[in-house]
């Protein structure tokens, strides 16, 4: 496995995305795609956070291709990795090595799960479980419609048993559940928090002045997400 996964590492230019891959696109591509860094949870992990409820795969060709775009996710995973982990372990005084992801699904419908849509996450999400299995701490899925879950039950089977233990379902009334990871202060206000914020502002300590960014460049900004829609 160890020797399939760094055949896969260079195969994918993974160890220089950072410095090679350039994504002068990335404006667009959020606008369709809202997504991004936001503070931390209560054991100090960052928050990444992506609305996929109104994601149209078509939509996002017509800004991308389908390879650009798996290279976007895997130079999104090794910043976080390389740039993002270390500093929240520094800060934190101990190791954090997992992120708190939050999916966003409303708005999603049936037309959006189609084979192709199926077939491109569903290399992404073989990518993220084969080789960086261990960075996933939590996903809550929030605006869980019976869309969603109907996908889920299909899905589900397919995923490691461990994978799947980390993945919360939740409705529209998520914001209690949320809260019990983060703190107000720390979620975005339309996710039921405190924190005035925006998506695309990428708020969080990596963004502060003086943050160590190593060799990956500053933190690009994205769009301003509306909590399942568009901005």
């Not at 503070?39 to 149209?56: I, L, T």
């Not at 708190?100 to 699904?105: G, L, V, W």
């Not at 005035?196 to 994205?222: H, I, K, M, N």
Request: hydrophobic content about 40%; overall charge positive.
């Amino acid at each position: 496995m160890w020797e399939e996964h760094l055949a896969w590492r260079r195969r994918e230019g993974v160890d220089t995305v950072l410095t090679a891959f350039e994504f002068p696109e990335r404006e667009e591509f959020v606008k369709l795609f809202p997504q991004g860094l936001h503070k931390v949870d209560k054991q100090g992990r960052p928050v990444y956070v992506q609305a996929m409820g109104g994601v149209h795969l078509g939509e996002l060709r017509r800004v991308t291709t389908d390879e650009r775009m798996f290279r976007f996710h895997i130079h999104e995973y090794e910043y976080v990795r390389k740039v993002v982990l270390p500093l929240c372990s520094r800060l934190a005084g101990r190791n954090i090595d997992t992120t708190f992801n939050i999916i966003d699904t409303k708005g999603l419908s049936l037309g959006q799960v189609t084979r192709d849509a199926l077939r491109f996450f569903g290399r992404i999400a073989k990518a993220d479980q084969d080789h960086f299995p261990e960075m996933l701490g939590h996903v809550a899925v929030i605006n869980a419609a019976p869309v969603f879950r109907a996908v889920w039950g299909l899905a589900r089977p397919l995923l490691d048993p461990r994978t799947q233990a980390k993945v919360e379902v939740l409705g529209h009334d998520y914001a209690p559940a949320l809260l019990r990871w983060l703190d107000p202060a720390c979620l975005l206000e339309c996710l039921g928090g405190s924190s005035e914020g925006r998506l695309g502002d990428q708020a969080g300590p990596w963004s502060e002045p003086g943050a160590y960014v190593g060799g990956a460049g500053p933190l690009q900004r994205g769009r301003a997400y509306a909590c399942g829609g568009r901005r």
